[in-house]
């Protein structure tokens, strides 16, 4: 069993409070998850309007599979968002 995490810095400057930012957040996670059946949350930041930190795993059975995914999500990720992703984190376990 490979699990496989990854966690995602993005940077939202045309957002302007923790409502707007967490309409941002749910829409996103939501389209992720049923798109990918990934776990995905925000998990650091919620109280910081402009940063949005997103994290997210998938369980497979193979190494390059975990990384396909992992690079879909963020692909994803930055084709549906009109943030800058400024940093990516990820690991295979």
Request: hydrophobic content about 40%; overall charge negative; glycine content about 4%.
């Amino acid at each position: 069993m490979v699990v496989g995490i990854a966690k995602i810095r993005i940077y939202a400057p045309w957002v302007h409070s923790i409502k707007e930012k967490r309409m941002v957040v749910k829409s996103l996670c939501a389209k992720v998850k049923n798109k990918y059946n990934v776990s995905i949350a925000e998990i650091e930041d919620q109280n910081i309007h402009q940063s949005i930190i997103l994290g997210f795993a998938c369980v497979t059975n193979d190494n390059s599979h975990a990384d396909q995914i992992i690079d879909t999500v963020i692909g994803f990720i930055e084709s549906n968002t009109e943030g800058e992703i400024i940093h990516i984190e990820r690991e295979l376990s």
